[in-house]
């Protein structure tokens, strides 16, 4: 069966668009950019956020146990254990903490007695974005160790 080639005139008046045909594609493009992109600004900045709150968890933690270790030696206390950690959060550059020893000063302590140290912060000072997405929480770690 022969096969039978289009003329050129019929070809070009496939390719072609009207008008019309490229301002409904622009409309098209508009309505989902209008709809998408508030999308992934509030997936970015929230990403932000969970990366600047897991970071100072995990600052909290390491400063914690820090001190707990150092609280935990027979030949220093409170005061040593408390500069350890305050150490380690002021160089990861966390703002406004606490640091408590509930159980009262570590030199007092027997050997194995539990020691314990707990350090927290708030997180709006701590947040790049200053909490736009999340409002301000208490971040906490606890640390427990036994007297040496």
Do not use: W
């Not at 400063?63 to 005061?79: C, I, W």
């Not at 027997?110 to 301000?136: C, E, H, M, W, Y």
């Amino acid at each position: 069966m022969p096969t039978t080639i289009p003329e050129p005139e019929s070809v070009m008046q496939i390719h072609r668009k009207t008008g019309r045909d490229l301002k409904s594609r622009r409309a098209v493009a508009s309505v989902e950019l209008a709809v998408c992109l508030p999308v992934i600004v509030l997936l970015v900045f929230g990403s932000i956020e969970a990366s600047s709150f897991i970071f100072l968890k995990q600052s909290l933690n390491v400063a914690a146990y820090e001190g707990v270790r150092v609280a935990t030696l027979s030949d220093s206390g409170n005061a040593e254990a408390k500069t350890i950690a305050s150490n380690i959060l002021d160089s990861r550059d966390v703002s406004g903490f606490q640091i408590d020893f509930p159980n009262g000063e570590s030199r007092d302590a027997d050997r194995g007695d539990k020691i314990v140290v707990v350090v927290s912060a708030q997180t709006t000072p701590n947040s790049p974005l200053a909490g736009q997405f999340v409002s301000n929480r208490l971040l906490r770690a606890r640390v427990v160790m036994v007297k040496e």
